[in-house]
């Protein structure tokens, strides 16, 4: 942000807090009454991470990732994970050309700007670990030869309650790489009554039409990460994430991926809100859906109903909150 000032820098932020309520609305078309979980997943899009959305089956979790990615002109692919689902068929295959008398290699779904992995914990520990490298180093190694995918790049993931029936855990290296985790919950009385009575909900999603392209989305990202963040609250973060990493409730905490995580969402939601400047509000308004399911709580912690939500919500009340994080 530094080489843009004053009134310069205010029409920057202001714009990009206008494209961002743009998609947002684009969004609710068909995703209602879930404002400030539209907003977190966009967030999530514009700090250049993955989302993982869990839930309970029909409360929205696909439309979602659905919408987002139809508001978005640019490539998008999705991805049925059910049990015989092969690695192969995510990353792509190298298949031998006879008329060339080479291999030639075959991209998967996995190449797209934007991937939605439906019920992907329906997919087996194989299967998933697919995605490990592209979801952190955006490429895909096949027989030894990195593929790199395209930029932006997303995994939207939903996913439905481990203790259902058909489902396997995420790797807690997986989840890591996930930025964000929501859920979406039940609709409230009068949006579920509209959708009843077919008020307007929206347009379907195949007729969503997108609100900007995929460049327009490499810019906010690229603007976004260079929004100012004082000291303190680089202090605050890492004070934190630390936190958790000695807690009694938890076999595993927060890693310093975490803390870069909450940094970038940070800045997103900052842009988002029309300010070039990152606030501790940001932070602590992120840092159950960016914290919470990197941890591991204690069989002890299970038992007494603890999670990980509620120990994030314990660190965010014992670590004070930066005083002057000036902008």
């Not at 929004?227 to 890693?255: E, F």
């Not at 400047?277 to 069989?299: N, Q, S, W």
Request: one cysteine or more.
């Amino acid at each position: 942000m530094s080489e843009h000032a004053g009134v310069d820098a205010e029409a920057l932020v202001a714009r990009f807090a206008q494209m961002f309520a743009a998609l947002a609305q684009n969004v609710e078309r068909v995703v209602r009454g879930k404002r400030e979980k539209v907003e977190l997943a966009l967030v999530c899009l514009l700090a250049e991470g993955h989302l993982l959305v869990e839930d309970v089956p029909g409360v929205g979790k696909t439309t979602l990732a659905r919408a987002v990615s139809a508001s978005v002109e640019a490539k998008w692919a999705r991805i049925q994970f059910t049990p015989d689902l092969l690695p192969s068929d995510i990353t792509g295959v190298s298949i031998f050309n006879q008329g060339t008398g080479a291999f030639e290699f075959h991209p998967g779904p996995i190449f797209a700007n934007l991937v939605v992995a439906d019920e992907i914990n329906r997919g087996s520990p194989k299967t998933q670990s697919a995605l490990l490298e592209v979801m952190e180093e955006r490429r895909v190694t096949v027989e030894g030869t990195p593929h790199p995918v395209p930029r932006p790049f997303q995994v939207i993931a939903t996913q439905n309650p481990v203790d259902m029936d058909g489902t396997y855990p995420l790797p807690e290296a997986q989840l890591d790489r996930f930025l964000m985790r929501i859920t979406m919950g039940y609709p409230d009385h009068q949006a579920e009554v509209a959708l009843l009575a077919g008020a307007p909900t929206g347009a379907a999603l195949d007729q969503m039409p997108p609100v900007m392209g995929r460049e327009d989305v490499s810019r906010m990202i690229e603007f976004a990460q260079r929004l100012h963040v004082a000291p303190p609250l680089h202090d605050y973060i890492v004070r934190l994430v630390a936190a958790t990493r000695g807690h009694p409730d938890l076999r595993l905490g927060a890693s310093p991926r975490a803390s870069l995580a909450l940094l970038r969402a940070a800045r997103a939601r900052a842009a988002a809100a029309g300010r070039a400047f990152v606030v501790p509000e940001d932070v602590k308004a992120l840092a159950v859906p960016v914290l919470a399911h990197r941890l591991v709580v204690t069989p002890e912690a299970e038992l007494r109903g603890r999670g990980g939500a509620d120990v994030v919500g314990e660190v965010l009340a014992n670590t004070p909150t930066p005083q002057a994080a000036g902008v």
